[in-house]
């Protein structure tokens, strides 16, 4: 899965689902390892943050 990628080691992503790491379709930057071990609650594929960012503009 390509990410989007930010600063060293860290990369953005969708929020899938309300939780800790924000609300459903917020735009958040976790560590890549992280990111890892939270399939289906965060989605780093660029297409899925491009989408997300997209709704907060409307």
Known sequence: M???KTQEGKVKARVLVDCAHGKC???VEVDAIELEGLAGVLD????????????ATE
């Open 2 to 4: 390509a990410k989007a």
């Open 25 to 27: 379709n917020e735009v």
């Open 44 to 55: 780093a594929d660029p297409a899925a943050v491009a989408y997300a960012e997209s709704l």
